[in-house]
């Protein structure tokens, strides 16, 4: 890794706890943390891996957290987690195959129509928290949310943790908290895919990935707590809030950065 100044290390590592934070809670925090790897002159490559191993602490410790609060129930998403570790496998794999320039133009589309959802949706009570039944489409729906998100976070992944709790929610009539459950746990399994992939590759930067992979862990446990502590009231603002942002800043870029 070249030198970084110590004034550029201590504003990405604000940039990864501000990350890890709202992450925990809405998704998105990758669309921080890769433009200010950016930023420093990494190469793309380099910088989506070491996103990968950076994003990888937060997205453990806010799933960990989920759990612990039994939020999370595993067992009941065994097949969303296979479904996701094969569909973030192709994903990456597959990136440079193919031109992502009809994904980088659609993909604002898609996360505001996320973002009109939710605020349209009546989110469940926070407090009713119901879990699906196991059934054969069940299980199918769970194939098949898993597979395609886990593709695209391999593939590209900003919004990622976004989609996740936004389809959650649509698909089993999830509580946004419970949604946010899933959504950190399922991150974590593709962000980990991923890293691995990345890793066999040689597209990470060990030294910065690890540094700010510790402050998105920070942020990511203490945006997962506020998530608990305080429910859907917080939740959901912020979640609307970050899709939003996400989405214009997709669309500037894919639009009107090229022009």
Not at 200 to 214: A, E, K, N, P
């Amino acid at each position: 890794m070249e030198y970084i100044e110590p004034s550029m290390l201590l504003v990405l590592a604000i940039v990864a706890f501000v990350a890890g934070f709202i992450d925990a809670v809405a998704g998105g925090g990758g669309m921080l943390t890769v433009p200010a790897l950016l930023s420093i002159g990494l190469p793309p490559h380099i910088a989506l891996g070491t996103n990968k191993l950076a994003a990888s602490f937060a997205s453990s410790t806010a799933a960990f957290t989920y759990y612990k609060k039994k939020l999370f129930k595993p067992r009941l998403w065994l097949p969303t987690f296979i479904a996701t570790l094969v569909g973030a496998t192709c994903g990456t794999l597959f990136v440079d195959s193919i031109s992502t320039e009809w994904l980088e133009k659609g993909l604002p589309l898609i996360i505001l129509g996320a973002a009109l959802y939710t605020i349209f949706y009546k989110t469940p009570d926070a407090n009713n928290n119901l879990l699906p039944k196991p059934s054969t489409k069940h299980n199918l729906t769970q194939v098949t949310q898993g597979f395609s998100l886990g593709f695209y976070d391999g593939m590209a992944g900003p919004g990622t943790g976004a989609f996740w709790t936004v389809s959650s929610m649509a698909l089993y009539r999830l509580n946004i908290l419970l949604a946010s459950g899933l959504a950190k746990a399922m991150n974590f399994t593709s962000n980990f895919t991923s890293l691995i992939m990345f890793a066999y590759l040689g597209h990470i930067d060990w030294l910065l990935g690890l540094t700010m992979g510790f402050c998105l862990m920070l942020g990511a446990y203490f945006g997962a707590h506020s998530a608990i502590r305080f429910g859907a009231k917080f939740i959901r603002p912020v979640f609307i809030t970050v899709v939003t942002i996400l989405a214009v800043k997709l669309a500037y870029n894919a639009w009107f950065v090229a022009l």
